[in-house]
């Protein structure tokens, strides 16, 4: 039962390195979703995939790039990595979008800290 | 744009004692779902609403929808240790997009 799993589970960075983030989902869902959570704001969407071959910007895109690499892959890549991006990152999975009142299943996050 | 204001921020209770959670906006929602968070772990989906006054039940947890879908609640009775956690409001956009929204969460400890 892997549901949505996440790699790398920690990461640290120096100011200017890039990273992707790798997300996949083995329950044939259809959108995908990557999430910041930071102390007392909640989870923040940054991007998401309504379905294999679109993806579409969240409330905090800046700074960030995705890519669907196919129904099951979604991944997040920082291009150059700043310290106001130390945050735990979410990447979740629902069979479709809001609309049809379907939950989303989450992975256990990758922790990313930049220095 | 949506918000969704969750209350209290923080809650510490003693095991046996009743608490409610509300989450507020001024949008309308498709749908409204109730997560609860582990630390070090994802969200994990306790309940969706979706009709306006709708209440669900969950072993000692009460959820309801508001009549106008901007706002909801989740009730626990009795609270024990092993309720806590982070519990965050998830409303579903109305705008056509495939967009969640998330309020600020409420983190609760109950004491033994």
């Known amino acids: 039962n892997a549901g949505v799993t996440q790699t790398p589970k920690f990461q640290v960075l120096k100011t200017g390195q890039s990273m992707t983030l790798q997300c996949a989902q083995d329950?044939?869902?259809?959108?995908m979703y990557w999430y910041r959570q930071d102390p007392g704001m909640g989870l923040r969407l940054i991007y998401y995939?309504?379905?294999?071959?679109?993806?579409d910007k969240g409330e905090v895109p800046n700074g960030y790039n995705v890519s669907r690499l196919n129904k099951r892959e979604f991944s997040l890549r920082l291009e150059s990595a700043a310290p106001s991006q130390t945050s735990v990152y979410f990447c979740?999975?629902?069979?479709?979008?809001?609309?049809?009142?379907?939950?989303?299943?989450f992975g256990d996050g990758t922790r990313l800290s930049i220095l | 744009t949506q918000l969704l204001e969750q209350s209290p921020q923080f809650l510490s209770i003693q095991e046996g004692e009743n608490l409610t959670v509300y989450c507020n906006s001024s949008?309308?929602?498709?749908?409204l779902q109730w997560y609860r968070q582990e630390p070090g772990e994802g969200p994990v989906l306790l309940v969706t609403?979706?009709?306006?006054?709708e209440v669900k039940k969950l072993k000692r947890l009460t959820f309801q929808f508001g009549d106008a879908r901007k706002d909801s609640s989740l009730h626990i009775t009795a609270a024990q240790p092993g309720d806590t956690g982070l519990y965050l409001c998830?409303?579903?956009?109305?705008?056509?997009?495939?967009?969640?929204?998330f309020g600020t969460g409420t983190r609760l400890k109950v004491l033994a």
């Open positions: 979740a999975s629902s069979p479709s979008g809001p609309l049809s009142n379907q939950p989303q299943h």
């Open positions: 329950m044939n869902h259809n959108s």
């Open positions: 995939s309504a379905s294999e071959g679109t993806t």
């Open positions: 949008s309308v929602f498709s749908s």
């Open positions: 609403v979706v009709t306006g006054g």
């Open positions: 998830a409303g579903g956009s109305t705008s056509g997009t495939y967009k969640y929204i």
